[in-house]
């Protein structure tokens, strides 16, 4: 009885240390507007480089004229509008991001409003 019950108890600590780590979803924040601009950006920092994996993208849309488009552009084939227009206000969507090269713009204003990010 006593195997069984620290069995029990060692698998229920696993569980513990282990739930936690596969639920933390790291954070990317993009923002378009109010102006003509677009950010991407982790713990205050442009993004330029993230590993492989999940994130969650929190998007900020302050312009009823600007959208937030992901898109893979090496590597893949991935393309996701996160905001339309004339949305306004934040969406949180998660994304499981491949090795490549990625594009961040707002649809309307491609040309000028982008940024790039690879992922290893």
């Given at each position: 009885?006593?195997?069984?019950?620290?069995g029990l108890l060692a698998m229920a600590l696993v569980a513990?240390?282990?739930?936690?780590?596969?639920?933390?979803?790291?954070?990317?924040?993009?923002t378009v507007g109010p102006a003509f601009t677009?950010?991407?950006?982790?713990a205050g920092k442009r993004?330029?480089?993230?590993?492989?994996?999940?994130?969650?993208?929190?998007v900020a849309d302050k312009a009823s004229i600007h959208s937030f488009v992901l898109e893979q552009v090496?590597?893949?084939?991935?393309?996701k509008q996160l905001t339309t227009v004339p949305f306004t206000g934040t969406?949180?969507?998660?994304?499981?991001?491949?090795?490549g090269k990625w594009k961040y713009y707002?649809?309307?204003?491609?040309?000028?409003?982008f940024g790039f990010f690879t992922v290893t």
């Open positions: 009885m006593k195997r069984i019950t620290l513990l240390v282990i739930a936690p780590a596969q639920a933390a979803t790291p954070k990317v924040v993009g677009i950010t991407l950006t982790s993004v330029t480089k993230l590993k492989a994996g999940k994130y969650t993208f929190v090496s590597g893949g084939k991935f393309e969406k949180t969507v998660t994304v499981t991001l491949n090795k707002c649809a309307p204003h491609e040309s000028s409003m």
